[in-house]
């Protein structure tokens, strides 16, 4: 029974120093090949893992914080003959925090943040070459729209919208390129206009209104 045992214990060792010498290997030309993992430098701890198909990630990676090594900082799914890579980047409790597509390591298209403590949508942003382009929306605790705003390389242009956590319009305005341009208009928690004027390059200009109880009560020229 104790050989038996003995014989057991040097194959399931053998196994495993098999395993081992199987990771980290090299193709023919030098390029990661197979299962990689690797840790960080001078320590124990794990910085990445994943597989290679001849230099080319394959699969599931996970990669981790140098200091945190319950729960990895972000996990990326590589598929084969795609360019794009799918992203999620995770809090070092484990939860997400954002989720997306990358090419190149820079964001694309459609990406999703998440309220820590629910695990709700937060914001919805659209990017092209890792710049923000298209429209951006952010959300309360409670799901309704805190506020909907058009982008364009990086910049807001066009229209946005800002609302309270109750869903009442508190802001209309316009920009471009950044600043603010066009028609604004200022609303109170009721919905009720209290400010309308217009922006040129972040400066105000020409007749702005003031309201109170929905009556003119002020006007001013910029």
């Not at 893992?49 to 996970?62: A, V």
């Not at 609302?163 to 950044?178: C, D, I, S």
């Amino acid at each position: 029974m104790k050989k038996f045992s003995l014989l057991i214990f040097l194959f399931l060792t053998g196994l495993q120093m098999y395993a081992q010498e199987k990771t980290n290997q090299l193709d023919s030309e030098s390029r990661r090949h197979g299962k990689w993992a690797v840790n960080f430098e001078g320590t124990s701890q794990l910085k990445f893992e994943g597989n290679f198909e001849h230099g080319k990630e394959i699969g599931e990676f996970r990669f981790y914080k140098k200091g945190f090594a319950l729960h990895p900082s972000a996990i990326m799914n590589f598929k084969k003959g795609l360019d794009s890579v799918k992203v999620t980047y995770y809090t070092q409790k484990g939860e997400p925090i954002s989720t997306g597509k990358m090419i190149d390591k820079k964001r694309e298209g459609k990406w999703i943040y998440f309220h820590q403590a629910s695990q709700d949508t937060m914001m919805i942003e659209a990017y092209k070459n890792d710049q923000l382009n298209g429209l951006q929306k952010t959300f309360f605790k409670n799901g309704n729209l805190a506020e909907r705003t058009e982008y364009k390389n990086d910049k807001k242009h066009g229209e946005s919208f800002v609302y309270a956590e109750g869903g009442a319009l508190l802001q209309h305005l316009h920009f471009v390129n950044g600043e603010l341009h066009g028609p604004v208009f200022y609303y109170n928690s009721k919905g009720e206009k209290i400010i309308e004027g217009q922006y040129a390059q972040d400066q105000k200009k020409g007749n702005w209104k003031y309201y109170e109880n929905k009556k003119l009560t002020e006007e001013k020229e910029f």
